[in-house]
């Protein structure tokens, strides 16, 4: 009892003097914040509308009621002008749309991916996505080469897959005639994981529709914009559920890719023939490295799995939106299909030269990605101090670039809602640094031209061979999640296109 009661004389202070410390901690901080307020607010900018969360629940409000925060972000930038503040804790965003800036920074090596938001992709809620701070990928001699959607006897794969896709109906069954009413979106997602596993020499068994992996790539990319966009989500009771779904979805993509890549080695070990795709790209590159660590080989997973994570719904949604504003425009998708049939009329497998001479469609492709581009935006850290517009911005901040603001201002492009492809015309002056749907520089997209080029063989397969319109009635909102997506899905009547031959 009475060596109780002297633990308790102790433990008493010991508590009031932690309580102590924490509040000089917590008014330490506010200090600091109020101290990174003066320093920035001399730059324009929304007001806060709370001390420590800055700008963020209006935010939140947008998110929670399915907006589209890029929108706020444009209607920041026509009021505050082309360089303005955000706050959040400690933290300052400045986003900028000047092209002189876009240019110094995003090209330049010296800025790094922005710490707060790349920390937490490349650790979703605790499971490993990518090991922080290390170097992008490109940096490690991998860059995504087109030339891997091709099987090396002038044929892309994807001349007999999108015909098969698991949601359309089959090809050569009774349907030809008929019309189908489709919601493109969800059909586009696997088209694209179709090519991707061609590049990387897998089977993700798409026919089979509880295949776990397409789902598992979704459930990681929502966890994601969660992680990234809400502090304290993975700390609220409620999320709980979802947060261990997500971390399940992570493991399961790791652990999947770890089983393809120890095939493909031992393939390569044992002399075997095999293809000269990205994961035979990704194991040589890593074992360019003298001695291949534990670490090398978690890297390797990690590049695998970005690369499906990054590519999937970009693609996709781009790819959406682009037969949206077809479906929009007759007079657009006439001159498009015109030059398909032109090109490459009824053969079934297209050339890299074919790709070379869609010209239009590349157009078409590229103001899709001006008003939709579905990878909004980037940030990188600024740690010295630097002039803006004029305006001086003391160092320690993260500059964030919208491609969705630029392609919207019409300081940069005349009536920017007109979804006009002939803005992308050979002929037409170049946009200065103010279209960067892939971003720019040493850390933008590796899979940019992969891409591309993923795009125009799909999108060409399906002018060459269907005809759509949309169905009437449908939203052509956009839906931010995280990456943007057509809201309505895209329900278009799809026909075989009756050929008189
Ligand atoms: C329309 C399609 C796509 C768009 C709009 C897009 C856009 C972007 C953007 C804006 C970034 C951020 C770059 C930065 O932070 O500056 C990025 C990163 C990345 N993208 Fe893409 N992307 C697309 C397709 C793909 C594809 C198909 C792949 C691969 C198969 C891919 C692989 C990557 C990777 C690996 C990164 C991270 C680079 C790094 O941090 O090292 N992307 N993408």
Not at 47 to 73: C, I, W, Y
Not at 198 to 209: E, P, R, S, Y
Not at 433 to 442: D, E, I, Q, S, V
């Amino acid at each position: 009892m009475a060596v109780f009661s002297v633990l308790l004389s102790l433990a008493a202070p010991a508590l009031m003097f932690l309580l102590l410390l924490l509040v000089i901690a917590f008014l330490g901080y506010c200090l600091y914040i109020k101290y990174i307020h003066m320093k920035y607010d001399h730059i324009p900018g929304p007001p806060r509308d709370s001390f420590f969360f800055g700008q963020s629940a209006t935010l939140v409000k947008m998110m929670e009621n399915d907006g589209n925060v890029h929108e706020k972000f444009l209607e920041w930038a026509e009021k505050y002008g082309p360089v303005y503040r955000l706050n959040v804790l400690h933290y300052v965003a400045v986003c900028t749309y000047c092209p002189e800036t876009t240019k110094e920074i995003l090209m330049s090596p010296k800025y790094p991916k922005e710490k707060l938001a790349y920390e937490k992709l490349f650790n979703l809620f605790g499971q490993r996505e990518r090991e922080r701070g290390r170097h992008t990928a490109k940096s490690h001699g991998l860059d995504m080469n087109p030339g891997w959607l091709h099987l090396g006897h002038g044929a892309y794969m994807i001349t007999c897959s999108a015909t098969e896709a698991p949601q359309l109906p089959p090809r050569g069954t009774s349907w030809k005639g008929s019309n189908h009413v489709l919601g493109v979106s969800s059909c586009l997602c696997m088209f694209v994981l179709d090519t991707f596993q061609v590049a990387f020499g897998v089977d993700l068994d798409l026919l089979n529709n509880s295949s776990p992996f397409p789902k598992a790539i979704e459930t990681c990319l929502r966890g994601m914009v969660y992680y990234v966009r809400d502090m304290f989500f993975e700390f609220k009771p409620k999320n709980r559920a979802y947060v261990n779904k997500v971390r399940e979805a992570a493991r399961l993509l790791r652990t999947t890719g770890a089983k393809w890549i120890s095939e493909r080695k031992t393939a390569i070990q044992n002399g075997d023939e095999v293809p000269k795709d990205i994961l035979t790209q990704i194991i040589k590159s890593a074992s360019q490295e003298e001695s291949m660590t534990e670490e090398d080989e978690e890297f390797m997973l990690d590049n695998f799995v970005t690369f499906f994570i990054a590519g999937q719904e970009t693609t996709a949604n781009k790819l959406g939106f682009c037969i949206m504003e077809l479906g929009r425009h007759p007079e657009i998708l006439e001159k498009a299909r015109k030059e398909v049939d032109d090109v490459i009329g009824m053969k079934r497998d297209i050339s890299y030269d074919d790709l070379g001479e869609l010209v239009y469609l590349s157009q078409v492709l590229k103001e899709t990605l001006r008003i939709y581009p579905t990878a909004p935006g980037t940030a990188r850290d600024v740690a010295e101090d630097m002039v803006i517009d004029g305006i001086h911005i003391p160092g320690g901040f993260s500059a964030v670039f919208s491609s969705y603001v630029c392609g919207r201002l019409d300081r940069f492009f005349k009536d920017p809602l007109k979804f006009d492809p002939d803005r992308f015309h050979p002929d037409a002056p170049k946009p200065y640094y103010c279209y960067y749907p892939f971003a720019l520089g040493p850390r933008s997209c590796l899979g940019q031209n992969f891409a591309q080029m993923e795009a125009k063989v799909v999108m060409a397969k399906l002018l060459q061979r269907f005809d759509f319109t949309l169905v009437p009635g449908q939203t052509f909102d956009i839906l931010d999640a995280g990456t943007l997506r057509p809201k309505s899905g895209v329900v278009c009547i799809l026909s075989h296109r009756d050929y008189k031959d």
